[in-house]
């Protein structure tokens, strides 16, 4: 079955950076295009970035472009969030998801906290 | 980027049948069919029920069904029972590899 393992969440001050880790099992993952999608404390969803199967292109939000940086290692199935310049307004559950290759998001891992405060 | 426009609630008793709308523009829920639809019970993982607008994902029951109509999707829940009261959300395709969420509709079983 499929399982994705969200890692790296914590307090962090703001302008810190913390990398997130989602190791990813159960499917073929070098096949399959990966996001992280976010959300705020007692807030909605907020779609964070993707990465196409095979990495070479990114795709961000507005609100996290030129701050955040998706990739990927298919030779440990492993999908990345690097997070700089962190911002009060960042903290949120970040969710590790899968592509279902018809526009919609599948499997989600089962989030890892990240919160940025002095 | 702008979200979608969702209800920040809606209600039905058991049995009854409830409509959740979720507005967008051309840009993004009317000009695309990759309109999806997530519940999500609190603490945990939101869950795929719908994709490219009306399609069930596996295991989800045929008491939920969705449709577009210009820029406005719907999710409709017939049969209502209590394991229904969750949170939904809508999300849509936006072009140019971005997507885009509800603000999420709070479905209550009276």
């Known amino acids: 079955q499929v399982q994705l393992v969200e890692s790296g969440g914590g307090v962090v001050q703001p302008g810190g950076s913390l990398r997130l880790s989602c190791a990813a099992s159960?499917?073929?993952?070098?096949?399959?295009?990966m996001h992280w999608v976010r959300q705020a404390p007692g807030e909605g969803l907020e779609w964070v970035a993707f990465?196409?199967?095979?990495?070479?292109?990114?795709y961000y939000a507005d609100s996290v472009r030129g701050r955040f940086t998706i990739s990927r290692d298919n030779s440990k199935n492993t999908l990345y969030l690097q997070m700089n310049s962190l911002r009060a307004e960042d903290t949120a559950v970040y969710y590790c998801?899968?592509?279902?290759?018809?526009?919609?998001?599948?499997?989600w891992g089962q989030g890892t906290l990240v919160t940025v405060s002095s | 980027q702008s979200a979608l426009t969702q209800p920040p609630s809606a209600s039905g008793s058991p049995g009854q049948s409830v409509a959740i709308s979720c507005t967008g523009t051309?840009?993004?829920?009317?000009?695309?069919?990759?309109v999806s639809w997530y519940q999500q019970y609190p603490g945990k993982a939101p869950k795929l029920m719908i994709y490219?607008?009306?399609k069930r994902s596996s295991g989800v029951p045929d008491r939920f069904s969705g449709s577009k109509s210009g820029n406005t999707a719907s999710l409709t829940v017939s049969g209502l029972q209590a394991e229904d009261e969750a949170d939904y959300y809508c999300s849509s395709y936006a072009g140019s590899n971005n997507w885009v969420f509800g603000g999420g509709t709070k479905l209550t079983v009276l």
């Open positions: 490219e607008v009306s």
């Open positions: 990465t196409p199967y095979d990495g070479r292109n990114k």
């Open positions: 051309s840009g993004d829920v009317g000009g695309y069919n990759y």
């Open positions: 998801v899968k592509d279902s290759n018809t526009w919609a998001f599948d499997y």
């Open positions: 159960g499917f073929i993952f070098r096949t399959y295009g």
